[in-house]
């Protein structure tokens, strides 16, 4: 009996030592590696672990790993932030193997770039348009913003003439800003992280209202992987003051890993024409509009200035001044990598002529990127641009010497040559053809722009990343004018400016991506930046040369005056963003970011821009997996404040005093303006309600946003009494909103192994209202028809209303608004403005086999065009001399059309007439020049054909493609003057929809090439 005890723990132990030995014959150790299924490169720090069960491990650097799991049959679940997680079965018999994870973020459709980062566009909750390089490629256009014309809905983009390399405007969802020294409203641009700068450092002689060179046009579109527009506050808070009119971020091509040398080059020409040549009136009928006004002066009919109208010849120099144009373009790129180095090298030269002659635009530039993985945890990268532009230039637009007023503005009557041979002077500036043929008047630019970034995995799925960026940009303006074409009995003149802007920044961010399940995923950033920007300029004339061949400045006899200055600003910036994904399902994204700007005063010197969105991917739910018809579904909504602070000076808070104020040859200083200490930020909190849908397998897809945009504290100068010794002071004046709906549709109406038709449409409506401003502001371009008040639109145009003409008197008849009797300016109004009720765009693309064929429509509805033009060339016979009744200006047709005897029924007053009558039918800004400036443009037509790759493989080349295009080969438009899309304001962010003697935007056709070995 006393040893059955030890019996019994014999038996049990030897049972459990059997149990035991059963188990560790069942269990085995798998070895394995994880890697990037796009590249296989391996992925260290990825988690695996045994489905059901607790514990797990993790890759080393080579992402490598080993985990003990069960002999049977078994599930692994392995993770990495950015990639998909996935899970695995390992058979009994499987002891090694190889696990290749997709990344979440991988270069489909479906990824947009974003603040410092990339995001699934599923996980997007604001407003964010990408538009990929091979939609806009080889597009004759100088700059990139105007290839995004009529691509992303709530983007309002309008060349402001058809100069080469000339100024374009952007509006990302309407205007929320104004200030005449600067192209206010304008987006943040972004090149491969390198903040450009935007603002022009010369007017390049465009005209008096500075046509200004676009320094976009420095960037070659051919290296464009992707453009992506940040719409909303929540996508844009992140960059805080620089965000609050929208962020363009554009990212250039890179090699990839791996990557075979593949060398592409890439060429066209083409010809290109006005869209509209101006018509004038001959001379014979120009005669007769003078003797008829001769006559309705009340002189002596036997004394008319022309008595025999039609024996004068005609001289009509419009196409001594317009010309076929050619474009051309060439760019050569080879992009490739290894496993440890990426790169990508490209060079390109582009030449455009203008058609308004002799402008021109020539631009040279190399890109260089590189990536270097220096290590499994640090890699090494570099961006870089270099550019040299030229541009022959010549005045135009608002400008007394400018070809086109001088041109059109001289009487049909006048011949282009004296009989001797020697140019003609007429009494309207100069002569024209002198003007094109004798100028000489350039703009040389150099320019960098470029980045180079360290970033460093400290730890798991913890990153720090370190740059340096530089935007170095110079230009030097020149002209000469001989004393051929200052004329007869005149000295040689000339000037010369140089100009040079540098922007740094350096900045520093931390990112970390958590994923503690597979329901929850976390990403934080957080990061600073410092950046200063320089601007310098000198300018110096002189005139008195000893001939026309010695051209150097240095040479002149007399300087005629001088200027210089220097100016610099500073930004410190601090900001953060955490991003938490619930179940794939929810959404929420938070952004904080506050700025400290030297252009404010002390007291108000830090802003404070946070932003938070939601989204709810309804397709997720499982309610809806039983459904086919909606394959995306996502209802997301998002609020944010963004920051202004570039549209006033660099010292606007400051009292300054300045040089320059001599006497007796004495130097001297005086106040220049006055101090301002409680200038503060120009903020515009928006909020966004948008609707992302996907049908039948996303055949369809679309996206529908609302907004409401309001812009607080706007910063404008205020004019003061001059008591004070100035005439304005920097503050915050004024509220701005805008409120607007947008729609984008894209559709695969056709998907066919041999035919695929694609078709997209988007539409964005903005209501744009001064809430509040403190006084009617006029912009002082306008000449006080443009004007600013609280309860309109900005760019209102102020104007008498005309309501015909008296059938009996032949004199404008306009409202009288208070009802006295007498019209003067309490009877002007604002009639209309240049916003457009309705914009967007029309995009189809067919291919079938290897032919392609595309269009692109842009238009804009509902806004109106101030034809300033016709002020000058609809006259009346105001603009004559006085005396002999002799023509100075021409006239267009409608003039043809005036009043002549009594019981004539037009909208046109007589000619002539007494000084009252005079200034009351031609002397006031009416609504005769206000036209509907609505337009439908055909953008581009394209006709390609793909030679077949067993053809290409035999040529010993990769692919190679060819086309033919079309540039604005039609535009629908009931708007009388030269183009709808002009704007003779040139860089002023205060102008919009006015046309004056500006050169309209060309039409071309191209062919070209594509070959990649």
Known sequence: MSNLPVKKMLTSVALLLCLVTTLLAQQRTIKGRVVNAKDGSPLSGASISIKGLSGGTATDANGNFSLPVPGSNTRLIVSNIGFSQKEVAVSAGTNEITISLEMEISEGEDVVVVGYGKKNKKNITGSVVKVSGDEIRNIPMASPDQLLQGKAAGVQISSQSGTPGGGVTVRVRGTSSFSAGSPASQPLYIIDGVFVNTMPIGPAGYGVEQQIANPLADLNPSDIESIEVLKDANSTAIYGSRGANGVVIITTKRGSKGQKPKITLNSFYGSGKATKLPTLVNAPQTAELLNEAWINDGKNPANIPYPNPAGLPTYNRVNELFRTASTYSTDLSVAGGDAKTTYYVGASYFKQDGILRPQTFNRASLRVNLDSYLSDKFKLSTSNTLIRNYRTIVQNDNSGGGVLLVGLGNSTIYPTYNQDGSYFRGPVGNNAVAIVKESDETSTGARYIGNIYGEWEVTKNLFFKSSWSLDFNDANNRAFASTVLNGPGSVASAYEQSNRQITWINEQTLRYGWRPSADHQFNFLAGNTIQKTISKFFGLSANNFPNDDITNIGSAAQN???????????????????????????????????????????????GFFPSAGVAWRITSESFMADQDIFSNLKLKASWGITGAQETIGEYASRGLWAGNDNYMMQPGTQ???????????????????????????????????????????????????????????????????????????????????????????????????????DAPYFEPFSRRFILFQQGYPVNGFWL???????????????????????????????????????????????????????????????????????????????????????????????????????????????????????????????????????????????????????????????????????????????YSGLDPELNAGGGKGTVGGVEMFTVPQPKTIQGGFTVSF
């Open 800 to 974: 008498w209303k005309q309501e015909g003409v008296d059938p009996q008197t032949g004199n404008a008849i306009y409202t009288d608004v208070d009802k006295n009797g007498v019209i003067n300016d309490n009877d002007r109004m604002i009639l209309g403005n240049n916003q457009p009720n309705v914009f967007g765009g029309l995009n189809s693309t067919v291919r079938y086999k290897n032919f392609d064929f595309s269009f692109a429509f842009a238009y804009e509805w509902g806004q109106e065009m101030v034809n300033w033009t016709t002020f000058f060339m609809v006259h009346g016979a105001t603009r004559q001399n006085g005396a002999t009744g002799a023509a100075t200006y021409g006239f267009y047709p409608q003039q043809l059309d005036r009043w002549q005897r009594p019981g004539d029924i037009t909208d046109m007053p007589k000619m002539g007439g007494t000084a009252a009558e005079r200034s009351n039918n031609y002397g006031r800004f009416t609504s005769r020049a206000l036209e509907d400036g609505s337009y439908t443009r055909l953008r581009n037509i394209t006709l390609g054909y793909t030679i077949p790759a067993a053809v290409t493989r035999k040529l010993g080349i990769s692919s190679a493609r060819f086309y033919i295009m079309g540039t604005n080969l039609l535009t629908i438009t009931n």
């Open 671 to 773: 106040p220049s303006q006055i101090a301002n200490p409680d200038l503060k930020w120009e903020q515009t909190t928006q909020w966004n309600l948008g609707l992302e849908f996907g049908l039948f397998k996303n055949r369809l897809e679309g996206e529908l946003n609302y907004y409401n945009k309001m812009t607080n504290g706007v910063l404008l100068n205020k004019p003061i009494p001059m008591s004070t010794g100035f005439g304005t002071i920097a503050y915050n004046g004024g509220d701005i909103s805008n409120k607007g709906i947008e729609l984008t549709l894209n559709a695969g109406i056709i998907r066919t192994k041999d035919f695929r038709w694609d078709l997209g449409f988007n539409l964005a409506h903005n209501k744009n209202m001064i809430e509040k401003l």
């Open 560 to 606: 005629t005056g001088w200027s210089g200055n220097t100016v610099e600003s500073a930004l410190v910036s601090y900001f953060g963003r955490a991003d938490y994904v619930f179940a794939n399902r929810y959404i929420l994204d938070l952004n904080l970011r506050t700025d400290a700007s030297s252009r404010f005063g002390s007291g108000n010197r830090w």
